[in-house]
């Protein structure tokens, strides 16, 4: 189930590549790769629903909030965010 999951989050991100500014672009990279990291967290602790995988994405993004600027992040969340609601509607 995650792992269904984790092919339409990267599929969404994906399908930007085409469309996006050099922000956007940016931002799903840094997101594809917190969602890659965290599924593999989930499948380690056989963590096996889409809401452990939300919030260990969540998790993982605001630990790193350090290494963006305050808008790098932003745009990061907002990028989660419009994930989420595109691949869960």
Request: glycine residues 4%; contains cysteine; negative net charge.
């Amino acid at each position: 189930m995650i792992l269904d999951y984790e092919q339409k989050l990267l599929g969404y991100l994906d399908s930007l590549i085409d469309s996006a500014d050099d922000d956007a672009l940016f931002a799903a990279g840094y997101l594809s790769g917190h969602i890659t990291l965290s599924i593999s967290y989930c499948e380690e602790h056989n963590l096996t629903t889409v809401d452990a995988v939300d919030e260990q994405v969540y998790s993982s993004l605001i630990e790193a909030q350090k290494e963006l600027t305050p808008r790098d992040c932003e745009l990061v969340l907002e990028l989660w965010n419009s994930a989420k609601q595109a691949v869960l509607a």
